[in-house]
């Protein structure tokens, strides 16, 4: 159907996002679909039938805004448990629909016309649309090819006086690098005295590799006081479409997010809410996500090796980036939608994270996969580009 009217778009420049792309794509060419974030196994069974009872129970009405007390409660413990921190369970945790709609809200809530706000490239893709929809704009701060480490001293130049809000992700969203606690001793250095927030997206926060421990801000005295933390129920628990998260940080800066929250979502589905909460008193689920991972990491890396890709680091989340410029000197847009095409596997071309469409010939590769489905992948990679 053909509009009448014509629509001045606030965001001409802005498309769909890369995931949708590159999962359509693949799905039209049949391709294994190695490049949306998301696991292609079952969850826990028992969190279903929790969920399921809970809902014949008829916990099927509005909770609060806030999130359930039974979810909210157990969302403190485990922060306690894990970094040292206790939130208040009435007025420092907040339980959102997804991370994503955590990041846009406390942006909202903070962000105004003309205000800064400093992230780091390559840059997860939904930060900068929300700091462009409330006026602000992003400054951009270079993670360093190739290991992906921050530049201090350079986030310390690029804070000026409408400086409102510094984003960190760890661990790294596309490049799987991880922020240390001497890392997060520069960033309180560089906020110290002034009023800017942070926000931290924590959703791969489990999930580390070969021994390292997750510094998060919550468990940094200094930063958590000025922080608002980011964590995700769907990359924990392998539930992605439920689409639920939280958010901890001290009391005045939730007081200010839950302004926006309760008009942009309200609340969060009930019954999910309350299966959630019975499933966290198991520890074990959650601690024993980065030995659960670490060995789809090693799989894939090994039959990765029967390609000519190489291979970069990977510290933690669940992708792996992949050096290909040496095989093809197509760009990596270019070449993501010719292996799904020619090849049969999607990938994410890393440019698209920067704002310039800077190049490395480098892609990310999704492993929370099945073996069959890293096998079938990879052997078709081999057949086009053997070692």
Not at 183 to 209: M, N, P, Q
Not at 288 to 307: C, I, N, P, S, V
């Amino acid at each position: 159907m053909q509009t009448p009217i014509r629509i001045d778009s606030r965001f001409p420049h802005m498309g769909t996002t890369i995931f949708t792309v590159m999962s359509r794509l693949a799905a039209e060419c049949g391709a294994v679909n190695l490049s949306q974030g998301f696991p292609d196994f079952q969850a826990d069974r028992s969190l279903f039938d929790a969920m399921h009872r809970h809902m014949l129970a008829g916990r099927n009405q509005y909770p609060p805004m806030a999130g359930m007390p039974e979810l909210r409660a157990a969302i403190v413990d485990k922060v306690a448990a894990l970094y040292g921190t206790r939130f208040d369970v009435e007025s420092e945790v907040t339980v959102t629909a997804g991370a994503t709609q955590a990041i846009f809200t406390a942006i909202a809530a903070f962000v105004r016309p003309g205000d800064e706000v400093i992230l780091f490239e390559p840059v997860y893709d939904s930060y900068v649309p929300a700091i462009e929809t409330v006026g602000g704009t992003a400054v951009y701060a270079q993670l360093q090819f190739p290991d992906y480490a921050p530049d201090w001293e350079q986030v310390r130049r690029l804070v000026t006086p409408k400086t409102r809000m510094i984003i960190v992700n760890s661990p790294h969203n596309p490049s799987g690098s991880l922020l240390t606690a001497v890392d997060l001793e520069k960033l309180a250095e560089i906020v110290r005295g002034t009023d800017i927030v942070v926000l931290s997206d924590e959703v791969y926060e489990h999930i580390l590799f070969d021994g390292e421990r997750h510094a998060s801000l919550c468990g940094h005295q200094e930063l958590a006081a000025r922080s608002i933390v980011v964590s995700s129920f769907g990359k924990t628990y392998h539930i992605t479409g439920w689409k639920i998260g939280y958010v901890v940080g001290p009391a005045a800066l939730i007081a200010e997010f839950r302004k926006v929250h309760q008009f942009n979502v309200f609340t969060v589905h009930t019954p999910s809410q309350l299966a959630l909460a019975e499933y966290m008193q198991d520890a074990s689920r959650h601690l024993g996500l980065a030995a659960f991972y670490q060995e789809k990491r090693d799989f894939f890396r090994r039959l990765m090796g029967q390609t000519g890709f190489e291979l970069l680091p990977c510290r933690g989340t669940y992708f792996q980036l992949a050096r290909y410029g040496h095989l093809s000197d197509r760009p990596d847009r270019d070449f993501a939608e010719w292996l799904t095409r020619a090849v049969g596997v999607a990938v994410i071309p890393v440019s698209v994270f920067y704002a310039d469409g800077r190049d490395d010939r480098v892609v990310r590769f999704c492993f929370a996969k099945v073996a069959t489905t890293l096998e079938a992948g990879v052997e078709r990679l081999a057949r086009a580009f053997p070692a």
